[in-house]
């Protein structure tokens, strides 16, 4: 079946670095776009990033533009998100998930989705 792990989460200071890893299986991840979004207690899941397939398309949050950078890696089914100068507004678990149509900013353009890792950065 199709899996998503996300891995790298943890607490840090604010102006740290994180690089959060998602591992896929279940599909031919070189055909897929991913996407990363997250969520803090009490508010919606939000958009981060996004990476297609063939890696031309990278799209990313205005909140986190200029900081977070998203990448991946065909030949180990990996997808990463560097996130850099953290600050408070970031805290919230961060979930991957395979696109799979419509505005690659919209929760319902994913149809699998990991179980998230938890990031946590303090003032």
């Known amino acids: 079946q199709v899996q998503l792990v996300e891995s790298g989460g943890g607490l840090v200071q604010t102006g740290g670095s994180l690089r959060l890893s998602c591992a896929a299986s279940?599909?031919?991840?070189?055909?897929?776009?991913l996407g990363w979004f997250r969520q803090a207690p009490g508010k919606e899941r939000e958009f981060v990033a996004y990476?297609?397939?063939?890696?031309?398309?990278?799209l990313y949050a205005d909140s986190v533009k200029g900081r977070f950078t998203i990448s991946r890696d065909n030949a180990n089914n990996m997808v990463a998100l560097q996130m850099n100068s953290l600050k408070p507004e970031d805290t919230a678990v961060y979930y991957c998930?395979?696109?799979?149509?419509?505005?690659?900013?919209?929760?319902?353009?994913?149809?699998?989705w990991g179980q998230g890792t938890q990031v946590t950065v303090s003032s």
């Open positions: 998930a395979f696109y799979r149509s419509g505005g690659a900013t919209a929760r319902a353009a994913y149809d699998y």
């Open positions: 279940g599909r031919i991840f070189s055909n897929y776009g």
């Open positions: 990476i297609s397939a063939n890696v031309r398309i990278k």
